[in-house]
């Protein structure tokens, strides 16, 4: 009794080879096969060179950057994609706020709702240096949590050292700590004289390198915390028991306009010019820069820096992979 069977595609049936519903002679189908792998080959390579070309046709660097001293660099290795003037030392103005934030969060036994009251001295401090300010007045109780985003939305001095005073302890013990941690995080080109980056002790007695910032900003995002408060455009407080009501937007030009951004920070004094500590992911890369000094000294306006962050981040996810480009 015959058993009923059935063929594949490609099947050998006493040397022929079904195909399409037919039946050809092995040695042709064979022919026919070695035949068709040249232009396969070739069409590959076709598309090879193409994708080739397109590379060897984006620029080397990022264009038009007004910035004297910047650098891009892969988010999750630190690799440097570009880099210009980046180990100069140099006032950042407010971007010194990252590392306060940075100490408050590496605080041991951290309590983000640890309730504190803004301190008197926020009014002199804030009016010397005629300081930005998140609105706060003193006598108000406000948790750790709220005093982070009055501090890194609007870049409120007045939060600054109402956080300073409190994990210092006191002001002075809270600046040696933020030196402590620089020298941990191995920023060595870094030093601070104050916690906003106000010029106290001087205008260029805070001070930074491009390079150290963009290590200082790699640690800080990978806080949780810091990272949720940095990306936030707006944080509003309803007024309750021991405060006022208040209403905190981003100083961040990217947030919102460039797709990705994931934060930082901006920085400005008039030795510092316009600073800014920019992040954003495209599909799985990450990239991380900083521009200091985006438009000259006494600029007023983010313009530039943001005009500068932006060419440096297109021209990093240009690169697809985001990997430093042949020396």
């Given at each position: 009794?015959?058993?009923?069977?059935?063929?594949?595609?490609?099947?050998?049936?006493?040397?022929?080879?079904?195909?399409?519903?037919g039946?050809?002679?092995?040695?042709?189908?064979?022919?026919?096969?070695?035949?068709?792998?040249?232009?396969?080959?070739?069409?590959?390579?076709?598309?090879?060179?193409?994708?080739?070309?397109?590379?060897?046709?984006?620029?080397?660097?990022?264009?038009?950057?007004?910035?004297?001293?910047?650098?891009?660099?892969?988010?999750?290795?630190?690799?440097?994609?570009?880099?210009?003037?980046?180990?100069?030392?140099?006032?950042?103005?407010?971007?010194?706020?990252?590392?306060?934030?940075?100490?408050?969060?590496?605080?041991?036994?951290?309590?983000?709702?640890?309730?504190?009251?803004?301190?008197?001295?926020?009014?002199?401090?804030?009016?010397?240096?005629?300081?930005?300010?998140?609105?706060?007045?003193?006598?108000?109780?406000?948790?750790?949590?709220?005093?982070?985003?009055?501090?890194?939305?609007?870049?409120?001095?007045?939060?600054?050292?109402?956080?300073?005073?409190?994990?210092?302890?006191?002001?002075t013990?809270?600046?040696?700590?933020?030196?402590?941690?620089?020298r941990?995080?191995?920023?060595?080109?870094?030093?601070?004289?104050?916690?906003?980056?106000?010029?106290?002790?001087?205008?260029?007695?805070?001070?930074?390198?491009?390079?150290?910032?963009?290590?200082?900003?790699?640690?800080?995002?990978?806080?949780?915390?810091?990272?949720a408060?940095?990306?936030t455009?707006?944080?509003?407080?309803?007024?309750?028991?021991?405060?006022?009501?208040?209403?905190?937007?981003?100083?961040?030009?990217?947030?919102?306009?460039?797709?990705?951004?994931?934060?930082?920070?901006?920085?400005?004094?008039?030795?510092?010019?316009?600073?800014?500590?920019?992040?954003?992911?495209?599909?799985?890369?990450?990239l991380?820069g900083?521009?200091?000094?985006?438009?000259?000294?006494?600029?007023?306006?983010?313009?530039?820096?943001?005009?500068?962050?932006?060419?440096?981040?297109?021209?990093?996810?240009?690169?697809?992979?985001?990997?430093?480009?042949?020396?």
């Amino acid at each position: 009794m015959r058993t009923a069977g059935r063929l594949t595609a490609g099947a050998v049936v006493t040397g022929m080879i079904l195909i399409g519903g037919g039946t050809v002679p092995a040695a042709r189908a064979a022919a026919a096969t070695s035949a068709a792998r040249p232009a396969t080959v070739a069409a590959a390579r076709k598309v090879a060179a193409a994708a080739a070309r397109k590379v060897a046709t984006r620029p080397a660097a990022p264009v038009d950057v007004r910035s004297r001293l910047a650098e891009l660099a892969n988010a999750a290795t630190g690799a440097d994609l570009w880099s210009r003037s980046s180990v100069l030392e140099r006032p950042m103005g407010s971007i010194t706020k990252v590392m306060t934030a940075y100490v408050v969060l590496t605080t041991p036994g951290l309590n983000l709702n640890r309730v504190i009251t803004v301190p008197d001295g926020i009014v002199a401090y804030d009016e010397e240096y005629d300081a930005s300010t998140a609105g706060l007045q003193p006598g108000e109780r406000l948790t750790t949590r709220q005093l982070l985003y009055a501090m890194l939305l609007p870049s409120g001095c007045d939060a600054a050292y109402t956080l300073a005073d409190a994990y210092g302890p006191g002001l002075t013990g809270f600046i040696a700590r933020m030196n402590a941690t620089a020298r941990e995080l191995g920023l060595t080109r870094t030093h601070f004289a104050d916690f906003s980056g106000l010029p106290v002790a001087g205008e260029y007695a805070t001070y930074s390198t491009a390079h150290d910032l963009i290590g200082l900003g790699r640690a800080a995002m990978r806080n949780k915390t810091f990272a949720a408060v940095v990306g936030t455009r707006e944080y509003q407080v309803a007024a309750g028991h021991g405060h006022l009501a208040h209403a905190w937007k981003t100083l961040n030009p990217l947030l919102g306009t460039f797709p990705g951004a994931t934060g930082i920070k901006t920085g400005y004094t008039s030795a510092a010019g316009q600073c800014l500590l920019f992040e954003a992911k495209r599909g799985a890369a990450t990239l991380i820069g900083v521009v200091l000094d985006s438009s000259g000294v006494n600029s007023s306006t983010l313009a530039a820096a943001a005009s500068d962050a932006t060419d440096m981040l297109d021209w990093g996810f240009s690169r697809q992979d985001a990997s430093p480009p042949p020396r």
